[in-house]
Nanobody, 124 residues
Framework: QVQLVESGGGLVQAGGSLRLSCAAS????????MGWFRQAPGKEREFVGG????????YNADSVKGRFTISRDNAKNTVYLQMNSLKPEDTAVYYC?????????????????WGQGTQVTVSS
């Protein structure tokens, strides 16, 4: 059974930092690209960024570029989202997702497996 379990969310003041983790099990982690998405109330799910199977390529959405960093540890089957300089508009439920393929895409439908999400709330 495939499981993606996010952790690390919480309440933080604007300008603060959080580090999200996503632990994967039940799948071959190292061969898959991983993505982070977020969804705020009343809004569509938004691609935050992704990382290729090897970790050599990352991509961040313009809204988080320069503030968020994605990394992975294939030995631990875990992908991370380091979030710095957080803004109130970053408030959302954050999801990690796994592709069947090794390269990044921003399209949610291209991701086969999803975590349950973790809430991030940034206060002003």
């Amino acid at each position: 059974q495939v499981q993606l379990v996010e952790s690390g969310g919480g309440l933080v003041q604007a300008g603060g930092s959080l580090r999200l983790s996503c632990a994967a099990s039940g799948l071959t982690f190292s061969g898959r690209a991983m993505g982070w998405f977020r969804q705020a109330p009343g809004k569509e799910r938004e691609f935050v960024g992704g990382i290729s199977w090897s970790g050599s390529t990352t991509y961040n959405a313009d809204s988080v570029k320069g503030r968020f960093t994605i990394s992975r540890d294939n030995a631990k089957n875990t992908v991370y989202l380091q979030m710095n300089s957080l803004k109130p508009e970053d408030t959302a439920v954050y999801y990690c997702a796994a592709r069947e393929l090794g390269y990044i895409t921003a399209q949610p439908l291209s991701y086969a497996y999803w975590g349950q999400g973790t809430q991030v709330t940034v206060s002003s």
